[in-house]
T-cell receptor, first 114, second 111 residues
Framework: DAGVIQSPRHEVTEMGQEVTLRCKPI?????LFWYRQTMMRGLELLIY????????DSGMPEDRFSAKMPNASFSTLKIQPSEPRDSAVYFC????????????FGPGTRLTVL | EDQVTQSPEALRLQEGESSSLNCSYT??????LFWYRQDPGKGPEFLFT???AGEEKEKERLKATLTKKESFLHITAPKPEDSATYLC????????????FGSGTRLSIRP
């Protein structure tokens, strides 16, 4: 299996622009997670999907952030408009059934907002 | 409020020098405690899950233990390839849809 696939691996954008991060979970996994990692705040769970349905989005920092999972093999995290403080590494992870199961992380997308 | 604290922030050891990393937690009923390893520029990689006090799990040079207030990751006779950041995370019964990560311990093993 290819593991969790994320794209792009690096994104540099200017403040105010829309940013879309993409994730393909491991085939057969029913749960998908988006995380953000920064030096100051560490690794934070943003949103958790189960069977394509958002279960908990309380970690989404602001209305500028939105996430979708239109089918079992694809999810997006969108930031509109982006701000410099959104600069971070964004990870997608998937697990077989739930948040309690082993999570497999993707390689991450390093986002820089100028 | 649920909290996870890891110590030390950084640890430098000589190859073969055993030590332990600490993860202290405050949660309203522990559902599970997880250990992950993260190499620079990569996503975290799962190591262990512990569910109840007294439980222990081992993998090669690593052993994880759990009490009611903390978990230890013991590393025995480490090698340079064990150098990484080790992350601890908890899932609480009170907020079953959340997982909280500690800030990690950056481990460096000198040959």
């Amino acid at each position: 299996d290819a593991g969790v696939i994320q794209s792009p691996r690096h994104e540099v954008t200017e403040m105010g622009q829309e940013v879309t991060l993409r994730c393909k979970p491991i085939s057969g996994h029913n749960s998908l997670f988006w995380y953000r990692q920064t030096m100051m705040r560490g690794l934070e769970l943003l949103i958790y999907f189960n069977n394509n349905v958002p279960i908990d989005d309380s970690g989404m920092p602001e209305d500028r952030f939105s996430a979708k999972m239109p089918n079992a093999s694809f999810s997006t995290l969108k930031i509109q408009p982006s701000e410099p403080r959104d600069s971070a590494v964004y990870f997608c992870a998937s697990s077989l059934q739930s948040i309690a199961d082993t999570q497999y992380f993707g390689p991450g997308t390093r986002l820089t907002v100028l | 409020e649920d909290q996870v604290t890891q110590s030390p922030e950084a640890l430098r050891l000589q190859e073969g020098e055993s030590s332990s990393l600490n993860c202290s937690y405050t949660v309203s009923g522990l559902r599970g405690l997880f250990w992950y390893r993260q190499d620079p520029g990569k996503g975290p990689e799962f190591l262990f899950t512990l569910y109840s006090a007294g439980e222990e799990k081992e993998k090669e040079r690593l052993k994880a233990t759990l009490t009611k207030k903390e978990s230890f990751l013991h590393i025995t006779a480490p090698k340079p390839e064990d150098s990484a950041t080790y992350l601890c995370a908890v899932q609480a019964r009170s907020s079953a849809s959340k997982i909280i990560f500690g800030s990690g311990t950056r481990l460096s093993i000198r040959p």
